[in-house]
């Protein structure tokens, strides 16, 4: 019989994250302060973040213990199972072999609450009571909101105000959750208010939010800040994602030759493939292809220059090296808003630089034409973040198709795309461009019938 699933019982949760600073041939650059320009130290990090993920920002320990708290919510959803994509194999008519590690069944829908619940258990632990964090389309939102759910934390989210309009589902997602959201800029703080003193209509911006939601977390009491992507720790518990795929991949008694996912930030992909870089960097396995997919709205690493510069367009934030477009860079508004930040990861960064990894980028209509392809073969509806790393495979395994290489190719697959319907309905319209309406046809098809009067 062949097998669709590989599971992993309850008891192969990950008992540790995989730091892979001590192993990188030359890690990242330290951040530097937003003002001074100075190196930064823990002390200038802790009004924003607790002490705990302070230290694991900068750990030089291989192997981080997951509290057992953390593996216990992990169980509602993890491990995740890893999927064999025959049916988009025989789509595709391709000799590779293709696997997706499927992080949609999360309760919001990503990989982002493997980090989300990990955060607020280490404020919870500080005593904190209150978190407060920016987001996007709502992705990160939702999944902190999950995490403050579950260890009684209030939480704020500064939700950037087109996505608030646009996006009603994932506010009201987080609001179930018991999250208070409000669009930013917002008149809750000074950053807000001055932004809405120069332009009353503006549409926000992620920049925009970050410093709305910082500047709450130094001043209320109790209350700390919430980072969904790019910094190390948060790569760092993302890698329960490649450590259960790597003894998935075994028990399917197949090993990677190409590794793909998307990058917006960074996190899922570095999760995803970074317990597997060693065997690379050690020359075990030379030859491992570990393909990056951006958009080519925000090529950040195919188009950006490796550079400090600041994390948010306020300057609040650190400055770190990384391949970027500037802090003052605004995407076209593509539907992918997890691919919408100007850098990326210094983890990723360092590792593009000494060519270890690589990249590709694509425009919009390519990767919805993949995931619409994916669909029908496999069912999945993908997150347009997703989609991305979904046309990169499938590009590789139509080169397999032409050269007969058996390739194993391995798919991070981030999130399900439910509340982007509208960016499916966008595409499959714009789809219907070249499409002949019915009109003449049916007139045609109709001609011999009597006409009667309506
Ligand atoms: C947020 C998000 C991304 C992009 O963030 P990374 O930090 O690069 O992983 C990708 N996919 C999904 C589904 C997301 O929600």
Redesign the pocket.
């Given at each position: 019989m062949e097998e669709y699933k590989i599971f992993l019982p309850e008891g192969e949760i990950p008992t540790h994250w995989y730091n892979v600073l001590p192993d990188l041939p030359s890690p990242p650059p330290p951040y530097l302060h937003p003002i001074t320009l100075e190196p930064m130290g823990p002390d200038d990090l802790a009004p924003v973040f607790p002490m705990e993920l302070i230290k694991q920002e900068v750990s030089r320990e291989r192997w981080i213990e997951i509290p057992e708290e953390v593996r216990e919510v992990y169980k509602l959803w993890r491990p995740t199972p890893l999927y064999r994509a025959r049916r988009w194999e025989k789509a595709l008519d391709t000799p590779a072999r293709i696997y997706y590690k499927w992080e949609g069944v999360s309760p919001p829908g990503?990989?982002?609450p493997n980090t989300a619940v990990a955060q607020a258990y280490y404020n919870k632990m500080e005593g904190q009571t209150r978190l407060t964090t920016e987001t996007g389309?709502g992705?990160?939102g939702s999944a902190l909101a999950f995490g403050c759910a579950l260890f009684g934390l209030e939480l704020k989210v500064y939700m950037v105000r087109i996505s608030y309009e646009q996006k009603p589902y994932r506010r009201i997602m987080m609001e179930t959750w018991g999250a208070e959201v409000v669009p930013s800029p917002s008149q809750d703080t000074e950053a807000g208010r001055r932004i809405l003193a120069q332009d009353p209509e503006t549409s926000g911006s992620l920049g925009i939010a970050i410093s709305e939601a910082m500047e709450d977390a130094v001043t209320t009491e109790g209350t700390k800040y919430s980072l969904?992507?790019?910094v190390n720790h948060v790569l760092m518990h993302q890698t329960v994602v490649g450590l259960e795929t790597k003894k998935q991949l075994e028990m399917a008694g197949d090993y990677p030759d190409i590794l793909v996912g998307?990058?917006?930030?960074?996190?899922?992909?570095a999760g995803f493939f970074l317990p597997f870089i060693k065997e690379k960097i050690d020359g075990t396995k030379p030859n491992l292809r570990i393909v990056c997919a951006e958009s080519m709205a925000c090529p950040s690493l195919t188009k950006g220059l490796y550079a400090y510069d600041w994390g948010d367009t306020g300057k609040m934030g650190p400055v770190a090296k990384m391949h970027t477009l500037g802090h003052t860079f605004i995407p076209a508004p593509i539907h992918a808003g997890?691919?919408r930040y100007h850098g990326m990861a210094p983890i990723i960064c360092a590792l593009y630089d000494q060519k270890l990894i690589e990249a590709v980028a694509f425009y919009q209509n390519s990767v919805f034409e993949a995931a619409v392809h994916f669909a029908q073969a496999e069912g999945f509806l993908a997150?347009p973040?997703?989609a991305h790393a979904i046309k990169a495979v499938m590009d590789e395994a139509l080169r397999c198709k032409e050269s007969g290489e058996e390739k194993v190719i391995v798919l991070a697959f981030?999130?399900h795309g439910h509340f982007d319907l509208a960016a499916y309905e966008a595409y499959l319209a714009s789809q219907l461009e070249d499409y002949e309406y019915p009109g003449e046809k049916v007139k045609e098809a109709l001609k011999d019938l009597p006409k009667v009067a309506v």
């Open positions: 990503s990989h982002k389309a992705q990160w969904g992507s790019v998307c990058v917006g930030g960074g996190s899922n992909f997890g691919l997150a973040e997703s981030s999130g």
